[in-house]
Structures are given as structure tokens and as C-alpha cells.
């Protein structure tokens, strides 16, 4: 025998195959035999390894060394590196998502260490054309095993107590199954695979027939001795020519070892093995349409009982087993029932094969234990979400089956937990959904999908599923009638309940299980017109405006800017935001998130082209003050001169109301002049946007304090109306000792003090501040700013996981701040009354919460202390309750947010409505900003009037072509370190007119169709 | 065999393994409705109307297709079964043409019965509908796949009982439909147009091609001579359109109410039936004395002519060369009856009232002219003529008896018993015993070939001449005993074979329903006909003796060769007509 000093192994699956592995083998072999290595060095076709989306995958022993995306004009660098050199050529092998570091043998990269390969077992390792290498691998022992040594009962009874399960998705006890077509009466009996795999995503059974053919004739042979079976078929779609020749080829290659056909290792066994082709309807994977099928008759189910075993082919007793339940059942003989039942759960044993597909990172095959959490799966084999994108819901079981979101993460992987959660196991089709998915439109998806697979014979089925699609047709067109959810559900059931075969009875689910977890999502398209994840594209104009809470008309206004239109461009802004100006420097712009253009290359810096906007007409003077309606004599008292108590008083002072506002504090501004410091936004700049509302009319009352210099019963009675906007300013404590030392302060008291133009001594001094949001970035930097020699960002989780916007952090690092990731503070050590030290204790990354983001777990003894002089913990804040005089009683919820409609945000009493931060707790500008619009909105109606507020209608239409080749992102200059350092002048520094326009150039005009 | 006790609405029944939860209802009393379901012929759970409650499973079963199980507990009548039909008849009837008020089976639409039955009051789903056009290739049938609730009872019976598979499934999801081969028309496929498909459909998908309005032109028509034939079955079969009961012979009421629709003349089929004893019988005697091809096979089922030259075309020979009695009496009204009533033939209209949809294929052959015109120009079915006679405002249990009209309406028992299965084996026995034995037959009645088996066989000893015969209806028996003779084995001399069950009493262009109880009325109805005539030979029938006097000469003869026989073609299995 011939020995190799290393071999190369290149997947041939289908995957790896399509993007081109069959030429990267046969180059790699001229450039072996070029340099006279052939002789050395072996090239073999292998099967699946399972990462997939890094195709083509090539692994080389001895190392273990896996190569990824290898193309063909890499095999001669690859070549000379790794077999001449002895080097790894670093630029090819698969990077970790959460390190930088090589892993040499690639069993120790994540995606492979949390799995456990059964029915995998041979995938990626052995040549699937060779019945030697099967064998190898200890291939036909389970068979000899059985046929052998075991009676038929014997291997009923160890495939029995095994626990093994259909994987097909059913989960129905194999051994059982077995049994009774053991003792179902008639002759002959048969054994059917049922390859007929047709989950849009799914692709497990193809890869082990690719890798492994052997594994599922052996399992197959098994299952006929065990029945009494002499005649076995492979119901295979043609769709699956690699799979299809392969296993053809293994079944010639076991006939001529006579591992099949007649005396089966001299035992008396007889068993031939016939391979049927499908023509790929997905009905024919229900076991009774596969019968017919094979039967040479229409694809169509029939009603069960009788159950193939008793009744199958030709009417004969029939086991249809999947293609990775029979992969197993070899291993199960082989090794003892004992060992395949200490792997999994109780009642799921043995390991699951899952296909990732969707929304992940490594889109793949992985096959995992039993009782695997759905997170780990995801996140540490699947490596999470591409593009920073939130997890959204998993769904399992394809059309079959059902949807899991993000609060059901720590799912285990077994029949039973993923029933209970409205699911199924299904085949092992695995698609991951972000926040770009929409959850009607996938319900639609996999209706549209059933409503053409379905056979058509029974009535609920072939016209119930187009009924359903055709009901979530017009929600998803921005049509959905109030009471659709119900006859969605009602329909469902009914499907549910009367549909003959499995196909027709599980049609409804993804929908059932969509509205189950995600009704509020077909709320807002049938009630509000409004898809979330700006999916469909009916109900609004682009995804940027559908995004912004605040509804602006982006794409119009960045193809103003284009054009040089400047206020033209403002005043389309300006009709959905009255903040442009502020909102140029402050919003966290998830607008940008949506941008169509990342997709090409980078999004478009909305933000940045609102501020150049708004920058070009304030070099030009002052900014333009809107017309004012003829006074329509009514009174509205605002509460808080924050975002939202601003833009309301805009709209309703536009619409002719007197209007004035109640500040507490000394400034106008709220968060905006007190929560973010100058350095973000300058004070000019923001004043200059609230003269305006100054200039309209409206009255300000600064460091006139509600509930203290005039209640709230006072202005109830001087104004016709009264919103509440008083925001969330009130500290929230972090709940470990230490908290009343000198030397702990607030994030957000620290920040008004600064605002305020007050001093707070930081020169010099090593300070901790607590939290991963907004507020703690800025006072990490505003204290690098006053002279801080350390500042330590202390939070519990990962960067991923900060609230806080990506730019902050990243300034923050850049200006010197350092954060400590997985880390919790425990104490505030004190010397003499003041602050010595903050203890904290590394964590790490445990169960999935409620969010979907990772719980941190103390890890214990891992203690340490953090020597500073000032601890500010910026974990959050809370609404300020003494705005109330017991005049009236607004209810609130326990943590002080007020109780308002969700449409109207009107409060229980008449007349008083409240938005923003007081609402919803501490959130974003943008989302204050809309609270006020839409308060505005219902304060008008409320009065008489018939909305404040209309949107835009523009034209849609090009003014310049499309700019559709890569162009990078116009990035904002800002000031350099020693700049930012010397004091809190603006970091960003705002576009130059040629790089505005060059901006606005990008846009996609997705508002265009 | 044990018997298996189950509860049904709570009342307990005991009934044999392997029965249905609708079968043990029954037993039990308790009614479930069903829509696509037909006793022993459809059992494919499609409609999913009968769905019941099993206690303890999870989903509603579907009664038809469910076996019973010891000690099941069942509800048919719960608030979830009401709840789960009434939302499958919406399904239903959202993708139903629902133009109930000019549909052929207006009232008597089992779609439109259930939805009163269920207490339909709104359909809450509309949307996408089937919308494949009428296919009215043939001349015989229509289908309207608009009004199709895919029930697959036309499938069924066109694939069990007729072995025909002219119609399947196609296409999958909600673009199924019911179609032929490559979805082509009807008219070229291997369709032989017996309308069992009509005579099952629920709805108005399936129907005969009508041809009422023509003959309503025809009859007002001045100068022309609307002569009328009625088939031997029609006459137990006509009132049940009028409330009868099936199987009463209504034939002199039949005869008064056309004579009021303003036919000229009014005449039976059975008078050709005895006709075709005559020339059949003769056919027969000289193959068996020349040596000819054997067995010889009856002639006088389209349908089954169709089928065979669909799928057996290398045994057309075994068919006897008679033309069927319809296209024997449209040549001889054109030619005989024209010469006789000094009437020019091409002013005479010949319609003839038929159980039959074929017939109207047949009527449409190229061939059916020997007369020099086409030899029968309008064919309307048993429910045609009902139509006919309500939209006259005649109720036929109402007229008073008249008598069929001269030369050719005259006839014996032995035509009648055309209309049932049995029937033309029976009259050529009765005519071939006393032609070859020169003797009277003491007793006319065949009994061993009368009824609803299958296939009959028997022999007959014609004094010392063993004559072995065998009787089928519906095509699948008849393919069994074609198979027979490819394979050698069918030791026969004569075999009768009708397409439809039962004979023409249970033709596809009989009123609706039409079941197997109907059919047994129907025959009865025949034979007590047959029973009370006073001639019961063909050969005795003096117009039959009288036309080979003064116009035929002879059976078998010239005349006879040109007027009342004919020849078929190979239409092979898959080739398409031009």
C-alpha cells in the first residue's frame, strides 16, 4: 500500500461542488504532480465538513489544517506555502468570530468543538466513492453485528432501547416502528429511505448521502434483517444527481463485497436494494404519498390508519425510516444501545443534524447533541448574526413548522421543548431571522411554498393554505382588515384539524406561530400600516424613512441635498422633525441600519448629510422660522422643554395654539442642553433650533419648576390642555455598598453639572464609570476631556452587546478610555468616607435572557479591584416623580413611567397627554421627537382641530442617475486627539460641500419604483 | 369475525373490522353528510365535509376513510364538526362558480344541498378561483372546471367501473384540476363519452352537452318533419324527473307529452331493436356456420364501441357490424320512412331521446349517413327531455296514456329488454332458438342472464347446438373478457356488452340520482314491461316482417348492408383527433 506524508481532502458536496471544487481538485493534482509532490501527497474527494458558506472547504492532514473559499488561483500559493514551505498560508484559513488567533487544527475551532458527529461521522473525513474507506471506518461491522450474532428481535430491541427517534421530524420511536412491521403478517416486507428531503433550507439528508452513502445502505440492510425484509428502496429526489449517483454507486459496491444481495455474510440474510428517483414534490416525503409514488402512481397521501407497517408498499408491511435515522442505526449496533442513550436528553437521545441557513454566519451543516440550547447552536457553532443585525426568531421544522424568538433562546434542542414552544424538530432545516425579517412576510413565504406543494386533494388544505396566503397577501400590501388575525387563526385551526395528511395539518403553522410570538407585528401592518423591518414595500416609500421614528422623508431630502437645494432640503426635514438641526449631530439614526446601500458597500451617512444640511443654511445667517397660523385662542401647557416637549409645542404653536413651556431647569433643552455634552452639541447650535420655536410664539419658561413653583392642578386650569414631557432624570442606583462615598456621582447629575457649566474636579483622577450606554460614553469622555488620568468603562457584557451607539465607542477607545468587557462592579471600596476603589468580578457569558443577549455570570474568584478616586455609574435613570401635587392622580407604572394609550398618549385624566423619556424610559432623541408629533396630533384633535401635521407627497423621481458601482462612504472629519483633549470643543467637524454632495450622490432612491 | 363495538353519538354499535366510522353511522342511525363520498366506488377523504370527532384524537377524522376501532367514542354533531364543515364548504364554495340560478343543476346540486343542509350563511373567503375554461370539445360532454370541487367520484368511476382513466388529476396545490392526458380536450383522449362522470357529479362540472334549444328550433321550424325516437330505457326512467317512483313505466304518458312538445311523428327505438335481432341473430348464425370471427360481440354501446377502438382495436372484428338500433332507426327514417310518407328526407329532423350521452357522440360519427343525410340529427339524454317537458309546463304523471305512432313504433318485448343488461343477449336467444330449432320457445325468460353481476355467462343448448355466451356491463367487465379473448381463453360464441352499469337504464344521460337501488327499480321496471307485451320476439314483429318485405329484402342483405351496417377504426390510446 501506498503511503502519503499528508493528504488533502477537498469536499465534494453538492455546496462546495457548485462553487467550483471539482476544478480546485484537479488543479491542485497538476500543481502536485508540476512540483513531483503526487507521489507524496494524496488528493481526495470527500464529503460535507459542514461550513458551508466558506465553501469550498479543504482540510490537510496531517495537520488538520482547514483551508476556506479556496479558489483556483490560490492552489499555487497554497501549494508552495503549506507542502513546500511548511508554512500555513494564514490568509485562507477560517478566521473565528471573537478572535484574532490562528487555530491550526480545525476541530478546535468553535463551529466544529460543540458538535458531536453521528450521522456526520464519516462527512468531510473519508472518500464517499470508496467502500474500503467505509469499511475503515469500521463500516458493515453493524451489519455483520447483527446478522451474525443477533436475532431479528435482538436488534429490534437495541434500536429499541437506544431511544433512537425519526429524524425525518417526527420523532417517532424507530425501534417501535420496527417492531410492528416485524409482527404486521404478510410477505414480503419492505424497507423504504425516505430521501425525499424538500424543507426550502434544509440539506441534511443530501449531504450524508453525498459523504456517507454507505452509512444509509448499512442502516437500511440492518433495518430488513430486524423486519424480515428482503427488498429495500431509496426514495431519492432528482434534484440530487451527486447524492443519487453516489449512492448508486455504493449499492453496486456492497452487491459486488455481498454485503447486499443474497447470503449476506453467509448468515442466510437476503437483502436487494433498488434506488427510485422523485421528482421533487415535497408531498411525496408524507410516507403514504412516497408509497404511491414508488407505486408508480400521482404522489398523493392517503388517510392513516393503516399505517405502513402494516399496510405500506403494494399493501405490504413497510418501514419508511429518514436518511439520518438509518445513518445512526449502524453506529447503535455497532456500539451498544448504552452508548447512543447517554447522549441527549431523557426522551431525545442521540444527536440532531440541523442545516443553518439564513441570517448566520456560518450558514452550514452541524449536527449537535440532544438537549443543546438553540443559542449555542447560533451563537457559538453558528457564529451569531452577520452585520451586526439583532437575532430575531429561529424557525424550525421548515414549512412544517414554527418560529422561535429571541426569549425562548435557551431552548433546549429536544421533540419535547421545541412542541411546547408551538414548533417542531422537523427535519433539521435551521433558518436564523434578524431584524430585517419580516414575520408576515415569512408566514407568507411558507404558505406561498405549501399552498403549490400541496397535493390538492383535500379542500382545507388546497384552498384553505391559498385562502391563508391570500389573507396575508393584503395584510403585507397595507390591505389587512381588522379581525384577519382571527379568521387567520380560525382557518388555521381548522386546516389544522381537518387536513388528511401531515402536509395539510402542519401548513398553518408558521402562521399560527408567527402571530403567536409576533401578533404585535400584524397589528401594525393591519392597524398602522407599518412594517417594521421595512419588508413590505407597500406601506412605505423607502427603508430609511420607514425606519426613523420620526417619519422623514430621507431620500427626498438627501436628492435635494444632491442638487444643491439646501432649504429645500431642510424644510422636508423640518415637516417631520422640528430638531433637524440637533438630530444632525445627536440621533442614534437607525435609519442607517436599513440602508439598502450597505448591502453594495456602505450606508449612506444619513446623519452626517442632515447636519451638512442644516450646517450650509446656518453658515448663510439664522435659520428660517415657519409660518404660524392665526391664533385659534386655546392654551397648552408642555411640561419639559426636552425633544419631545419641543416638537410638540412646534406643531401646535404652527397650528395656531398658544403654547408655553415649563422648564425646570435654568436652560431650555432638557437631555439635549443638560444630558449630552457640548463636544456632541454645542449649545449655540442648539439654542439657535430653539430660538425658532421662540420666534414662532412659543413661550419658554425657564427654572420654573411643576409641582414646586406651580402644580399641575394650577395649569389644568389655566390651559386647555397639558402635555407631559418632564423626561427621565432622576439617577438610578447601581445597589451595592459603598454607593453614599465621596466620590460616587451620577453619570447623568455629573453630566448637568458639566452642562450647567458648573465645575466637577476630575483633573488627574482614575475614575470608573458603570454602564455600556450613550451616558457612559459621554462621561468617559467628558472626563478624558477635564483632565482624568484613567477612565475605566466597566461593563457586564460583550462590545456586541453595548447599548451605547458604535461611534461613541469607538471615540471613547480613541481618546484613551479604556472598557472592561464582562465585568460587574460588587463594591465601592472607601478609605476615610471617600473612594479608594471599585471591586468587580470578571463574568462571563451564561443563558440567553429575555432579550436574547446573553445573561453575565459572575465567575467566581475572579475578583479584583479597580484602584480609583471617583466611581459614576451610568446604568439608566428614572422619571422624577415630584411634578405631582395630588390634584389629580395620573397613573404610572411601577417604575414611574406614565400609563398613556398607545396611539393618543393620553393619560387617564382628560386633557393631559405625556410622551417621551417620562413614557418610555430614558430612549432616544428621535423617538422623544416623534412622541411630541404624535401628542401634538391627538392634543389638536383632542381640541377641536383636525391635525397639526401633514405628511409630504413629493414627486418621486431621479434627478441624477444611479450610482450603482462600490463608491466607500464619505467619512466626517473630526478633530484629532490633542484637540478633543484640550477641551469640549465639537469633535465632528462636518462635511466640506463637495464631500455633501458627494454623499447624497450615493443614495439609491429605494423610494423609487 | 368478532364484531367491533364503538359508541356514535353515544349510542353503541357493533359493526366489522375494517368498516368506517360513515358505515357504522349508518348502522347506528345517525347521519353524517358527505359530498365526495360513493359507496364502494369513492373512499378518497377528499372533501373533508364528513369530518367527525374521535374522542382523544387530536384532529377532526374524516368518517369516510376512517375504520373503526374497539371502543371508539364518536361525535357527529358537536359545535367543533359544525364549525369545521361549515368552514370547509366556505372553502368550497369561494372557489365555486357560483351562478347557481342558471346552472344546469340548479336544485339539484348536492354543493348547493349541503350549503343549505350546513347553514352556509356567508362566504368569508374569496380571492383566487380556478379559472380554466369550459371544455366542450366533445359533442357528448361538458366539463366546467369552474364548478369542479375535486370530489374524484368522475375519476373514480372513469377509472374503476370503466377502466377508461380518460380523467385525472392534474397539476398540484390549488392548481389542481381534473383533465386528461397532457390536459388536452376531452374530445382527444380515450373519453368514450358514457357520461358515468356526468351521472356522479355533484355539481354542474360534469354535464351533458345539451341540445334542447336546437331541437326547439327544429320543432318550430316550418316545412320541416320533426320525427322523435326513445330509447328503450327512458320509459322507466323519465318519471322519476317528475316525482315517480324509479322503474315506472311511464311510456304512453311519454308518448302524449311529446306529441304536446309537436313532434310529427313519435317512435320507439325498440322497433330497430327488433330490427337488430333480426340482422345481429343473422350475423351471428353465418359466423357461426362460416366459420367467422368468434365470439361476436353486440354493437349497440357507443361507449363501448369507443373503448375498444380506443384500447383494443385488434378485436374491432369480434364486433357484430350492426349498426346500434338509435343509428339504425335515423337511416331507415330518412330513406324507408321518407319514401313511405312521400316526404322529401331532407326536410325531416330525426331527434332521438336517449339514456345516453355516447349516443350523441355516435349520432356525430362521420360515417352515420348512409341515408345520404346526417341519419339522426339531434340526441337528447332522459334528463333533456325532462327539461323539455317542464319548460312546456307538461307534468307527465299527469297526461293521458297515447300510443307510439306507425311504422316505426311498433315493437315486442324483446326490443324493451334492450334497455337492460342482459337484454340483447336475451332477445337474440329468444329469436335465435326458434330460427335455428324451427321451434316455439316455450319460455321466453332468460333469467341466468338478467341482473347485476358483472359478467354473466351461460350456455345454451339450441337443441343440440351449445351456443356459450356472456354478458358484461361497465367497461372494466368488459376488459376482462376482451383480456380473455387476447389471451385465447374466452370460449364464446356471443357476447353482449353494455358500457354502463346496469345496461341504458343506468346510462349516463339518466336523471340524477342514479345508484345502484335506482338501477334495480329501473330493471324491474323493464322486465315488467317486457312481461305485459303481447309479442316478446323480434321476428314476430309484423312492421320488422312488413320493412324486409317492402324495403329491405332480406337481413344481411344489400339494403341491410348499406343502411344498417357499419365499420370501425383504430383510435388507438394516445393518438389525438384531428
Known amino acids: 500500500m501506498q503511503l502519503f506524508r499528508a493528504h488533502i481532502l477537498i469536499c465534494s458536496g453538492t455546496g462546495c461542488h457548485s462553487f467550483g471544487s471539482g476544478s480546485i481538485k484537479e488543479v491542485f493534482k497538476k500543481e502536485l504532480e508540476k512540483r513531483g509532490l503526487d507521489k507524496e501527497i494524496k488528493v481526495v474527494d470527500t464529503g460535507c465538513m459542514g461550513l458551508c458558506a466558506y465553501g469550498p472547504n479543504v482540510v490537510v492532514y496531517p495537520e488538520g489544517v482547514l483551508y476556506c473559499t479556496v479558489k483556483v488561483e490560490d492552489i499555487q500559493e497554497l501549494v508552495e506555502e503549506h507542502f513546500v514551505k511548511g508554512r500555513i498560508l494564514k490568509r485562507l484559513t477560517y478566521q473565528e468570530v471573537s478572535s484574532q488567533t490562528l487555530v491550526q487544527d480545525y476541530s478546535s475551532i468553535n463551529f466544529f468543538k460543540k458538535q458531536k458527529r453521528i450521522a456526520l461521522r464519516n462527512c468531510g473525513v473519508i472518500n464517499p466513492e470508496s467502500i474500503k474507506e467505509y469499511i475503515a471506518r469500521d463500516g458493515y461491522f453493524g451489519l455483520g453485528e447483527a446478522v451474525t450474532r443477533m436475532e431479528p428481535f435482538q436488534v429490534i430491541e437495541e434500536i429499541k432501547k437506544s431511544g433512537l427517534r425519526g429524524r425525518g421530524g417526527g420523532g417517532f420511536p424507530t425501534g417501535l416502528k420496527w417492531e410492528f412491521a416485524a409482527r404486521a403478517e404478510g410477505s414480503p416486507k419492505y424497507v423504504v429511505c425516505n430521501a425525499d428531503e424538500g424543507d426550502p433550507g434544509a440539506f441534511m439528508d443530501r449531504s450524508i448521502l453525498e459523504g456517507d452513502p454507505h452509512s444509509v445502505v448499512e442502516g437500511m440492510a440492518i433495518a430488513a434483517y430486524a423486519i424480515g425484509a428482503s427488498k429495500g428502496f431509496v426514495y431519492v429526489r432528482a434534484e440530487y444527481p451527486i447524492a443519487v449517483k453516489r449512492l448508486k454507486l455504493a449499492i453496486e459496491e456492497a452487491k459486488a463485497m455481498g454485503l447486499l444481495g443474497d447470503n449476506i455474510f453467509g448468515a442466510g440474510f437476503s437483502f436487494d436494494l433498488e434506488v427510485r428517483l422523485g421528482a421533487g414534490a415535497f408531498v411525496c416525503g408524507e410516507e403514504t404519498a412516497l408509497l404511491a409514488s414508488i407505486e408508480g402512481r400521482r404522489g398523493e397521501p392517503r388517510t392513516r390508519p393503516p399505517f405502513p407497517a402494516a399496510s405500506g408498499l403494494w399493501g405490504k408491511p413497510t418501514i419508511i425510516n429518514n436518511v439520518e435515522t438509518l445513518a445512526n442505526v449502524p453506529t447503535i449496533v455497532r456500539n451498544g444501545w448504552s452508548w447512543f442513550a447517554e447522549i441527549g436528553t431523557e426522551k431525545s437521545k442521540g444527536t440532531k443534524v440541523f442545516a443553518l441557513a439564513g441570517k448566520i454566519k456560518n450558514n452550514g451543516l452541524v449536527e449537535v447533541p440532544m438537549g443543546t440550547k438553540l443559542g449555542e447552536v447560533i451563537y457559538d457553532i453558528g457564529g451569531g448574526i452577520p452585520g451586526g443585525k439583532k437575532f430575531k426568531a429561529a424557525q424550525t421544522g421548515g414549512p412544517s413548522g414554527g418560529c422561535i424568538p429571541a426569549n425562548h433562546l435557551n431552548v433546549p434542542i429536544d421533540y419535547e421543548s421545541l412542541t411546547s414552544l408551538g414548533t417542531i424538530m422537523g427535519s433539521g432545516g435551521l433558518i436564523i431571522m434578524d431584524e430585517d425579517t419580516c414575520m408576515v412576510d415569512l408566514a407568507k413565504f411558507f404558505l406561498d411554498f405549501v399552498k403549490d406543494e400541496s397535493c390538492g386533494k383535500c379542500t382545507p388544505c388546497r384552498i384553505g393554505s391559498t385562502r391563508m396566503l391570500e389573507i396575508l397577501d393584503r395584510i403585507t400590501k397595507g390591505q389587512g382588515k381588522e379581525g384577519d388575525i382571527e379568521l387567520l387563526l380560525e382557518l388555521g385551526t381548522q386546516i389544522k384539524e381537518t387536513a388528511l395528511c401531515g402536509l395539510g395539518q402542519t401548513a398553518p403553522n408558521p402562521v399560527i406561530s408567527t402571530i403567536r410570538y409576533f401578533r404585535h407585528e400584524y397589528e401594525a401592518h393591519i392597524r398602522d400600516k407599518y412594517c417594521e423591518a421595512s419588508v413590505c414595500a407597500t406601506m412605505f416609500n423607502s427603508p430609511c424613512q420607514n425606519t426613523c421614528p420620526a417619519g422623514i422623508d430621507i431620500p427626498i431630502y438627501i436628492d435635494l441635498i444632491a442638487q444643491g437645494k439646501y432649504k429645500e432640503a431642510y424644510d422636508v426635514m423640518k415637516n417631520d422633525n422640528p430638531l433637524s438641526v ?19 458597500d456602505e450606508s449612506i451617512a444619513i446623519r452626517d448629510l442632515k447636519r451638512f444640511a442644516t450646517d450650509m443654511l446656518l453658515s448663510e445667517g439664522d435659520l428660517p422660522v415657519p409660518e404660524v397660523a392665526e391664533s385659534n385662542g386655546k392654551k397648552v401647557a408642555v411640561v419639559g422643554s426636552g425633544p419631545a416637549g419641543l416638537t410638540a409645542a412646534y406643531y401646535l404653536r404652527k397650528a395656531g395654539y398658544e403654547v408655553v413651556v415649563y422648564e425646570a431647569l435654568p436652560v431650555a433643552g432638557g437631555m439635549l442642553a443638560v444630558g449630552i455634552p457640548e463636544y456632541r452639541l454645542p449649545n449655540d447650535i442648539l439654542q439657535s433650533e430653539i430660538k425658532i420655536l421662540e420666534q414662532m410664539g412659543v413661550g419658554i419658561k425657564t427654572g420654573v419648576r411643576v409641582g414646586q413653583d406651580v402644580t399641575l392642578t394650577q395649569l389644568k386650569e389655566d390651559y386647555d390642555a397639558i402635555f407631559l414631557a418632564v423626561g427621565a432624570h432622576k439617577d438610578q442606583n447601581l445597589g451595592i455598598p459603598g454607593e453614599k462615598l465621596r466620590g460616587v456621582l451620577s453619570g447623568i447629575g455629573l453630566l448637568r453639572e458639566l452642562n450647567l457649566g458648573n465645575s466637577v474636579d476630575m483633573e488627574g483622577k482614575r475614575i470608573a464609570v458603570i454602564g455600556g450606554g450613550n451616558v457612559a460614553m459621554d462621561v468617559a469622555r467628558s472626563a478624558i476631556r477635564k483632565g482624568a488620568k484613567e477612565v475605566h468603562v466597566v461593563y457586564r457584557r460583550t462590545r456586541d452587546d453595548m447599548p451605547a451607539m458604535n461611534e461613541e465607542i469607538e471615540d471613547a477607545i480613541k481618546e484613551g478610555v479604556k472598557i472592561s468587557y464582562l465585568a460587574s462592579p460588587t463594591r465601592i471600596l472607601g478609605k476615610g468616607g471617600k473612594v479608594v476603589g471599585l471591586g ?34 451610568a446604568i439608566g435613570q428614572q422619571v422624577d416623580g415630584s411634578y405631582a401635587d395630588g390634584g389629580f392622580k395620573l397613573n404610572t407604572n ?22 417621551g423619556d417620562c413614557v418610555t424610559g430614558p430612549d432616544t432623541v428621535v423617538t422623544a421627537i416623534k412622541a411630541g408629533k404624535v401628542a401634538a396630533q391627538s392634543i389638536d384633535k383632542y381640541l377641536g382641530g383636525k391635525g397639526v401635521y401633514a405628511p409630504l407627497t413629493p414627486e418621486r423621481k431621479l434627478s441624477a442617475p444611479i450610482l450603482e458601482e462600490v463608491r466607500e462612504r464619505v467619512r466626517m472629519a473630526s478633530l484629532d486627539k490633542d484637540e478633543r483633549l484640550a477641551g469640549f470643543k465639537e469633535v465632528e467637524l462636518g462635511f466640506t460641500e463637495e464631500e455633501g454632495l458627494r454623499e447624497a450622490g450615493r443614495c439609491l432612491r429605494c423610494d423609487i419604483r | 369475525m368478532e364484531l367491533v363495538s364503538l359508541k356514535i353519538d353515544n349510542r353503541l354499535v357493533e359493526i366489522h373490522p375494517g368498516a368506517t366510522i360513515l358505515e357504522a353511522a349508518e348502522k347506528a342511525g345517525v347521519n353524517i353528510p358527505t359530498l365526495c ?47 369545521a364543515r361549515r368552514v370547509n364548504l366556505e372553502l368550497l364554495l369561494s372557489d365555486h362558480d357560483v351562478e347557481c340560478l342558471t346552472c344546469i343543476r340548479n336544485q339539484n346540486c348536492e354543493l ?10 356567508d362566504v368569508r373567503f374569496n380571492g383566487m378561483r380556478n379559472l380554466t375554461p369550459k371544455d366542450t370539445s366533445t359533442p357528448a360532454l361538458v366539463r366546467d372546471p369552474q364548478k369542479c370541487i375535486l370530489c374524484r367520484r ?21 392548481k389542481t384540476v381534473i383533465g386528461t392526458q397532457f390536459n388536452d380536450p376531452l374530445l382527444n383522449s380515450v373519453c368514450v363519452q358514457c357520461g358515468q362522470c356526468a ?30 325516437q326513445t330509447a328503450p330505457a327512458i320509459r322507466v326512467s323519465i318519471g322519476q324527473e317528475f316525482g315517480l317512483e324509479p322503474g315506472t313505466v311511464s311510456t304512453g304518458q311519454m308518448v302524449a307529452g311529446l306529441k304536446l312538445l309537436g313532434f310529427d311523428r313519435v317512435m320507439d327505438t325498440d322497433f330497430t331493436a327488433d330490427l337488430t335481432i333480426m340482422e345481429e341473430g343473422s350475423e351471428l348464425i353465418e359466423r357461426l356456420t362460416t366459420g367467422g370471427t368468434l365470439p361476436m360481440i353486440t354493437s349497440c354501446s357507443p361507449g363501448w364501441i369507443k373503448f375498444i377502438e380506443h384500447f383494443y382495436p385488434e378485436l374491432t372484428d369480434h364486433l357484430s357490424t350492426c349498426k346500434s338500433p338509435q343509428q339504425m332507426f335515423g337511416a331507415l327514417a330518412k330513406t324507408y320512412y321518407a319514401n313511405k310518407m312521400k316526404i322529401d328526407p331532407a326536410d325531416i329532423v330525426s331527434v332521438s331521446i336517449m339514456p345516453c350521452t355516447a349516443k350523441k357522440f355516435e349520432a356525430n360519427r362521420p360515417e352515420m349517413n348512409s341515408s345520404g343525410y346526417k341519419d339522426v340529427d339531434y340526441v337528447l339524454t332522459t334528463r333533456e327531455l325532462a327539461r323539455m317537458f317542464k319548460q312546456a309546463g307538461i307534468q307527465l304523471n299527469k297526461l293521458h296514456e297515447e300510443e307510439y305512432d306507425a311504422p316505426l313504433g311498433i315493437s315486442t318485448g324483446a326490443g324493451l329488454i334492450f334497455g337492460a343488461t342482459g337484454g340483447v343477449m336475451e332477445a337474440a336467444l329468444r329469436t335465435a332458438y326458434e330460427l335455428v330449432t324451427q321451434e316455439e320457445l316455450a319460455n321466453v325468460n332468460f333469467y341466468n342472464v338478467r341482473g347485476m353481476r358483472g359478467i354473466k355467462e351461460a350456455e345454451v343448448d339450441l337443441k343440440g347446438t351449445k351456443v356459450r355466451i356472456a354478458v358484461a356491463h361497465t367497461l372494466a367487465n368488459a376488459r376482462k373478457l376482451l383480456d380473455k379473448i387476447k389471451e385465447g381463453k374466452a370460449e364464446y360464441h356471443f357476447i353482449e356488452v353494455m358500457t354502463c352499469p346496469g345496461g341504458c337504464i343506468g346510462g349516463g344521460g339518466q336523471p340524477i340520482p342514479t345508484n345502484l337501488e335506482i338501477r334495480e327499480k329501473r330493471i324491474k321496471g323493464i322486465y315488467a314491461g317486457d312481461q305485459t307485451m303481447k309479442l316478446r320476439k323480434s321476428h314476430e314483429n309484423p312492421a320488422v316482417q312488413q320493412l324486409y318485405k317492402e324495403f329491405l329484402g332480406k337481413p344481411l342483405g344489400e339494403k341491410s348492408h348499406h343502411l344498417l351496417h357499419t365499420h370501425y377504426e383504430n383510435r388507438g390510446r394516445f393518438k389525438r383527433a384531428e
Not at chain 1, 840 to 858: A, E, H, M, W, Y
Not at chain 1, 897 to 915: I, M, Q, R
Not at chain 2, 62 to 73: F, L, R
Open chain 1, 582 to 600: 440637533i438630530c444632525g449631530r445627536v440621533c442614534h439614526h437607525p435609519c442607517e441600519g436599513r440602508c439598502n446601500r450597505a448591502k453594495l
Open chain 1, 840 to 873: 468587580c468580578i470578571q463574568c462571563t457569558l451564561g443563558d440567553f435572557d429575555s432579550s436574547g443577549r446573553r445573561k453575565p455570570v459572575n465567575v467566581p474568584g475572579s475578583e479584583y479591584v479597580l484602584e480609583v478616586d471617583m466611581v459614576v455609574p
Open chain 1, 894 to 915: 411601577n417604575n414611574g413611567t406614565f400609563v398613556v394609550d398607545p396611539k393618543t398618549y393620553a393619560t387617564n385624566v382628560e386633557g393631559v397627554f405625556a410622551g
Open chain 2, 37 to 83: 363520498y360513493m359507496k364502494d366506488i369513492n373512499k378518497v377523504g377528499a372533501c373533508r365535509i364528513c369530518v367527525v370527532e374521535v374522542v382523544g384524537a387530536r384532529n377532526l377524522a374524516a368518517s369516510c376513510v376512517t375504520p373503526v376501532a374497539q371502543g371508539m367514542e364518536v361525535m357527529t354533531n358537536t359545535e367543533r364538526v359544525r364549525q
Open chain 2, 112 to 121: 348547493q344541498k349541503m350549503a343549505e343542509m350546513l347553514g352556509v350563511r
Open chain 2, 154 to 174: 368522475c375519476v373514480s368511476v372513469c377509472d374503476q367501473v370503466q377502466s377508461v382513466e380518460a380523467i385525472v388529476p392534474l397539476s398540484r396545490g390549488f
Open chain 2, 199 to 228: 351521472l356522479v357529479c355533484p355539481t354542474g362540472a360534469l354535464t351533458e352537452r345539451e341540445q334542447v334549444e336546437d331541437v326547439w328550433k327544429a320543432l318550430s321550424e316550418p316545412g320541416k318533419h320533426v320525427v322523435v
